[in-house]
């Protein structure tokens, strides 16, 4: 079983910066990839960006690329999202997610673990 759980959300003015934390717990080996997620209302969960921790593969979506950096600490038990030069369409609920299974890392169905999610606001 894994845990995962977010901080560092906030409002921030268009243009500014974020960075998101996800402390993970549990049985991280039996995770395979840690996701980010995001979810604004009336609208399906997408996948932002996330990390192999296999090799450490670090894919993003084309809509943040450039602006946001997904990284992790030595222990790998914390993943960040480094959140810059933010847009209001950025505005959503941002969630970390572990998979075991194999798959499209923005596939959120088949992540296996998320977090209770973290809110992000940009006016």
């Known amino acids: 079983h894994v845990q995962l759980v977010e901080s560092g959300g906030g409002s921030v003015q268009a243009g500014g910066s974020l960075r998101l934390s996800c402390k993970v717990s549990?049985?991280?080996?039996?995770?395979?990839?840690i996701g980010w997620f995001r979810q604004a209302p009336g609208s399906e969960r997408e996948g932002v960006a996330a990390i192999y921790l296999t090799d450490g593969t670090t894919p993003y979506a084309d809509s943040v690329k450039g602006r946001f950096t997904i990284s992790q600490d030595n222990a790998k038990t914390t993943m960040y999202l480094q959140m810059d030069s933010l847009k209001p369409e950025d505005a959503a609920m941002y969630y970390c997610?572990?998979?075991?299974?194999?798959?499209?890392?923005?596939?959120?169905?088949?992540?296996?673990?998320w977090g209770q999610g973290t809110q992000v606001t940009v006016s």
């Open positions: 549990g049985y991280i080996a039996s995770s395979n990839c």
């Open positions: 997610a572990a998979k075991q299974w194999p798959g499209s890392w923005d596939n959120a169905r088949i992540y296996n673990y």
